[in-house]
């Protein structure tokens, strides 16, 4: 009896030992958790859920003053102490709905700036990554080979060139395209001189001398003169 004992005794107290390691352990986690702080995401949802529940009480608070002021109408200067505790109740609903918009502005202009900061990260996030993707591709690449390489391909593109000169080079015998120019002038020339010695020859030269232009203008003139002078006489006659 006394061994089973025992043995009772060392599986409870290592029973007990495994269970306060494992919360431990858990309170460890929770107070790493709680150290760490929380997400952006998880504080932009707690800020979502806030917004909504000050939009629920503004409605609320909305409703509140219509219903106080359709109180402070019904009982006007009949019952003027129920009116006036009407409208106070309303002035107080209206402060209120005035805090909510400034902490619903508040607010939003931390979620805002939370969902930019978060947007930032993951771009950077994105570029790091994409930098060392960068940097993984260009490890297997030698810029004296990559040199190398493009030389080659220089050289070999001249040597092409080269090689389709020499076959568009035209062969056999070369000729002067000057000399053969001044050669097919002289064909036409010969040509131009047996057709008019076909046609009778040259037309001769007329032996009648053709009146000079220099005459036909005196004349010209001279009438222009005479008619002034008849017109200069015809004046002195009027008058």
């Known amino acids: 009896m006394s061994k089973i004992s025992k043995l009772f005794k060392g599986s409870s107290s290592s029973s007990s030992s495994s ?7 858990s309170s ?5 958790r709680s150290r760490a702080g929380p997400t952006p995401q998880e504080a932009i949802h707690r800020l979502r859920e806030t917004e909504e529940m000050l939009t629920k009480k503004q409605d609320y608070l909305e409703k509140k003053i219509q219903e106080e002021i359709m109180v402070a109408k019904k009982y006007g200067m009949k019952n003027k102490r129920g009116a006036l505790q009407a409208l106070k ?3 107080r609903f209206e402060a209120q709905l005035t805090q909510i918009d400034g902490t619903l502005s508040t607010i939003e202009f931390q979620r805002e700036a939370l969902e930019n900061s978060h947007t930032n990260t993951e ?8 930098s060392k993707a960068m940097k993984k591709v260009h490890e297997n690449m030698d810029l004296d080979k990559i040199d190398d390489m493009m030389q080659d391909i220089t050289e070999q593109q001249d040597v ?4 389709s000169d020499a076959i568009s080079r ?4 070369e000729f002067d395209e000057d000399d053969l120019l ?8 010969e040509e131009h001189e047996e ?12 032996s009648s001398k053709l009146p000079s232009a220099r005459h036909g203008q005196r004349t010209t003139t001279k009438k222009r003169v005479e008619e002034e002078d008849d017109m200069r006489m015809l004046a002195s006659w009027a008058t």
């Open 170 to 173: 035209p062969t056999g015998e």
């Open 195 to 206: 057709s008019m010695k076909r046609m009778g020859g040259l037309p001769s030269v007329p």
């Open 182 to 189: 001044a050669e097919l002038a002289e064909l036409e020339q």
């Open 160 to 163: 092409a060139r080269e090689i």
């Open 28 to 32: 460890r986690s929770k107070h790493h």
């Open 123 to 130: 771009v950077l996030n994105n570029l790091s990554f994409a």
């Open 19 to 25: 269970s306060k390691s494992s919360s431990s352990s």
């Open 89 to 91: 109740r309303k002035k």
